[in-house]
């Protein structure tokens, strides 16, 4: 059974830091394409964050995080990570990790089905 386990948000004030991992199990990330992490604010559709491209190992970023997110893996660990800096309270969201095809820009495109049940991360203003 695949399963994503995410951890490490929490509540922090404008301009702190988070790291969020994603611990895979049923699957092994380094053999998919596209890994990367989605993000779903209050009210608001979900949206692809960060990628990391298996083909080139290149990252993308969403426009706004661009700068002060950093994705990265540990294939030995089978877990992705979200260094998180500089945060926004427009960074308000549970977060999900997820494993794909391919990126297209921050988005991992058709993304397995099993959704862990995300971390969530509340920036203060």
């Known amino acids: 059974e695949v399963q994503f386990v995410e951890s490490g948000g929490g509540l922090v004030q404008t301009g702190g830091s988070l790291r969020l991992s994603c611990a895979a199990s049923g699957l092994t990330l380094e053999d998919y394409y596209a890994i990367g992490w989605f993000r779903q604010a209050p009210g608001k559709e979900r949206e692809g964050v960060s990628c990391?491209?298996?083909?080139?190992?290149?990252?993308y970023h969403l426009e706004s995080v661009k700068g002060r997110f950093t994705i990265s893996s540990d294939n030995a660990k089978n877990t992705l990570y979200l260094q998180m800096n500089n945060l926004k309270p427009e960074d308000t969201a549970v977060y999900y990790c997820?494993?794909?095809?391919?990126?297209?820009?921050?988005?991992?495109?058709?993304?397995?089905?099993?959704w862990g049940q995300g971390t969530r991360v509340t920036v203060s203003s």
């Open positions: 990391i491209s298996k083909s080139d190992g290149s990252t």
């Open positions: 997820a494993a794909g095809a391919e990126c297209s820009g921050s988005l991992v495109l058709y993304p397995l089905d099993a």
